[in-house]
């Protein structure tokens, strides 16, 4: 596999656990945890810039379906800030991050573009 998807995997494991133990209170993932990151999983082994992969918050796919988005969004807005402190050498986490701004982005470039 390759070495960028197994990191990127790795830390959407430790940020969904992480965010099923703090807002499930839970020591496994529970269902609804566990569907998200094979969901998450599926996403990023089915990603067509997987040599050259391109930060999702710049790839031009929506891989994501609404409902997961949305759920892997609340994932980093909570669990996200905190993994800034202690992974601080590991900025992977940031461009998951920037994946949440990405809608709001896009709509303002479009905007910015008609100036
Ligand atoms: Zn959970």
Redesign the pocket.
Known sequence: MHQRVEREKCILNTM?TN??KQ??N?SV??????ELMDYAEKRLLACPFLEDKPVCSKCNIHCYNTKQKDRIKEVMRTVGPKMLYTNTRDTLWYYFYKFIHKSQKVKKQNEDSKL
């Open positions: 969904i965010y099923c807002v499930h839970t993932l529970c269902d609804d945890c566990n």
